[in-house]
């Protein structure tokens, strides 16, 4: 049974930081891409950043320079650490597992920055 669990989300302040973090079990972690997403309200869903199994990150415009994706392939677990945030990052923030054909969802964390 493939699971993903996030957890780090919470309230913040503008300015402030966060580190998400995504524990994966059923899966050979370490051969996925891991990626971030995040939904606001009344918007689609949207990705954030991924890292590969080779370990070469993409980020979306909006958070380069301010977010870091990393992963512990010892610890089954993918970070985002999340600096300078702004109100706009408010959102649901979702962990995603990809290889090939198959793609896995965790149940999500919720950010707000707020002041």
């Known amino acids: 049974q493939v699971q993903l669990v996030e957890s780090g989300g919470g309230l913040v302040q503008p300015g402030g930081s966060l580190r998400l973090s995504c524990a994966a079990s059923?899966?050979?972690?370490?051969?996925?891409?891991m990626g971030w997403y995040r939904q606001a309200p009344g918007k689609q869903r949207e990705l954030v950043a991924t890292?590969?199994?080779?370990?070469?990150?993409n980020y979306t415009d909006s958070v380069k320079g301010r977010f870091t994706i990393s992963r512990d392939n010892a610890e089954n677990t993918v970070y985002l650490q999340m600096n300078s945030l702004k109100p706009d990052d408010t959102a649901v923030y979702y962990c995603?597992?990809?290889?090939?054909?198959?793609?896995?969802w965790g149940q999500g964390t919720q950010v707000t920055v707020s002041a």
């Open positions: 890292i590969t199994s080779a370990l070469r990150t």
């Open positions: 059923g899966i050979t972690f370490s051969i996925y891409t």
């Open positions: 995603r597992g990809q290889r090939a054909f198959s793609a896995y």
